[in-house]
C-alpha cells in the first residue's frame, strides 16, 4: 500500500511568488491534515479535512494559505504571496477515521522543503 | 493549555541505551505517540501509548507513561548509529472537533561509534 505522498519534495523561490504544494493520502484515508515545521521548532498544525470538507483550520496563519481538497481525495496547499517566514518544512498526514482508536493514527509523508528568498 | 517539551539534544555511543524525554499539558490525551525523523525523509510513526496504560515495549524500544508527572519517555536499547534521527512526541487531546496532534519540538538523538 503506498504511503502518503507530497509533492515537490524541495521549492525554493523568491518572497512575493506563489507555491503550491500537493498531497496524496493513503488510499481510502478520509482524514486529511496539514503540518508545518519552522526551523528548529516544533510541528504546528494547520488544517484538517474530512473528504472535501475543513474540519478545523485554526491553525492556518494568515488568508495568503489557502487549502483545497477537491472531490475529497489529494489536497493543495497554496501560499500566495509566499513571505520569509513562510520558510520550512509542510507535513501532510493521513488517517482513516476520527475518534478514539488507533484507526486514527496519523501517516505522514516526506514533506515539502519550502524556502523563500 | 497545549504545550510539549522536549530536550533538544541527547548524545550516546553505540550499543548504550536511550532514554528521549518528553512533558505535556494536556491531562486529558488519550493517545501519546512517538515519531522518528531521520535526515530528509518524512516523520515515521514508531509507537504510541494509551493513556491508560503505564509501559509499552516494543522490541528495541519501551515507552514509559508517568500520568501523574505528565512525562513520557522513549528507551531505545542498543542503540544503533540507524538510530541517528529526531524523535517527536505528540499528544492527541481528547474530545474536540479536531484530531490535531500538538508535537513537542524534537530531539535529535547522535549515536556514536
Known amino acids: 500500500e503506498a504511503g502518503v505522498t507530497q509533492f515537490p519534495s524541495h521549492s525554493v523561490i523568491e518572497k512575493g511568488q506563489t507555491v503550491t504544494l500537493r498531497c496524496d493520502p493513503i488510499s481510502g484515508h478520509d482524514n486529511l491534515y496539514w503540518y508545518r515545521r519552522v526551523m528548529g521548532k516544533e510541528i504546528k498544525f494547520l488544517l484538517h479535512f474530512v473528504k472535501e470538507s475543513k474540519q478545523d483550520e485554526s491553525g492556518m496563519p494568515n488568508n495568503r494559505f489557502l487549502a483545497e481538497r477537491t472531490g475529497g481525495t489529494y489536497s493543495t496547499l497554496k501560499v500566495q504571496p509566499a513571505e520569509l517566514e513562510d520558510s520550512g518544512v509542510y507535513f501532510c498526514?493521513?488517517?482513516?477515521?476520527?475518534?478514539?482508536?488507533?484507526?486514527?493514527?496519523?501517516?505522514f509523508g516526506p514533506g515539502t522543503r519550502l524556502l523563500v528568498l | 493549555g497545549e504545550d510539549v517539551e522536549q530536550s533538544l539534544f541527547l548524545s550516546v555511543r553505540e550499543g548504550d541505551s536511550s532514554v528521549i524525554n518528553c512533558t505535556y499539558t494536556d491531562s486529558s490525551s488519550t493517545y501519546l505517540y512517538w515519531y522518528k525523523q531521520e535526515p530528509g525523509a518524512g516523520l515515521q510513526l514508531l509507537t504510541y501509548i494509551f493513556s491508560n496504560m503505564d509501559m509499552k515495549q516494543d522490541q528495541r524500544l519501551t515507552v514509559l507513561l508517568n500520568k501523574k508527572d505528565k512525562h513520557l519517555s522513549l528507551r531505545i536499547a542498543d542503540t544503533q548509529t540507524g538510530d541517528s534521527a529526531i524523535y517527536f512526541c505528540a499528544e492527541y487531546p481528547k474530545g474536540g472537533a479536531t484530531n490535531k496532534l500538538i508535537f513537542g519540538t524534537g530531539t535529535l538523538l547522535a549515536v556514536q561509534p
Open positions: 498526514a493521513s488517517s482513516l477515521r476520527r475518534g478514539q482508536g488507533a484507526g486514527e493514527t496519523q501517516y
